[in-house]
């Protein structure tokens, strides 16, 4: 994300990092350095407790996308360093991973947020009975939010039924291009997405050399291509 201008036509890149506690921190690769102090006219964001913050880059603007149902996206604007609330942009799926089921001794499935073109894709956390299987979608060029598709629509239901559903940590969601999305759950399934044909695709992860599936450790993954663009 440009922030500065060294010389005319040459960007400054930072890296930008939002904590769900609304931290924001900056680093600079020019730099090689942080800064811990937010952005001017935006030291930090509101939050709650279980709640995320996701952050999106687009033509010179960021929009900070907050699962509290009662934040409106906040977006900042680059180049005059200016903040605003857009109107009536509060996250549409009520009582998510609220207070009342998600303490210290019994923890909540987070939410999972991933860039798909023109719209930003947040799945899961939990509603009072168990892992959710409704989706919000945030349309950058309507700066609205609009329902996304139901994980069940999959064919896959068995993670949000609602006395043992799904209850762990090992999560990865990556997007991979043209216009597709990759649900990764440890050693339980992929779910993929393409948000243009509205077409699921699923399955299991291969099994490895010992004959066991795979199992995911962290809950992060990244999407890469060779030299001839093959995932």
Not at 72 to 101: A, R, W
Request: charged residues 20%; aromatic residues 12%; neutral net charge.
């Amino acid at each position: 994300m440009p922030t500065e201008i060294l010389a005319p036509g040459l960007p400054s890149p930072y890296l930008l990092m939002v904590s769900d506690k609304g931290d924001i921190a900056e680093y600079s690769y020019v730099e090689r350095k942080f800064n811990l102090n937010g952005l001017p006219n935006l030291k930090t964001l509101p939050h709650k407790p279980y709640k995320n913050i996701y952050v999106l880059h687009h033509q010179g603007a960021l929009y900070f996308l907050s699962t509290d149902e009662k934040q409106n996206v906040v977006k900042y604007d680059i180049i005059d360093k200016m903040k605003s609330q857009i109107p009536e942009s509060k996250f549409p799926i009520t009582g998510l991973n609220g207070k009342d089921h998600c303490g210290i001794a019994y923890g909540c499935v987070r939410t999972y947020g991933v860039h798909i073109m023109d719209h930003y894709w947040i799945i899961l956390g939990e509603e009072e009975y168990g892992l959710t299987s409704k989706t919000s979608l945030w349309s950058i060029k309507k700066e609205q939010w609009i329902e996304g598709p139901n994980l069940k629509e999959s064919g896959v239901t068995d993670p949000f039924h609602k006395t043992w559903s799904y209850k762990d940590d090992e999560i990865c969601l990556v997007g991979v291009g043209n216009a597709e999305a990759y649900i990764l759950m440890d050693i339980r399934l992929v779910l993929g997405y393409n948000l243009y044909k509205n077409q699921w695709k699923n399955g299991i992860l291969p099994p490895s050399n010992f004959g066991a599936a795979l199992k995911i450790n962290q809950n992060s993954c990244v999407f890469y291509q060779n030299k001839n663009y093959e995932r």
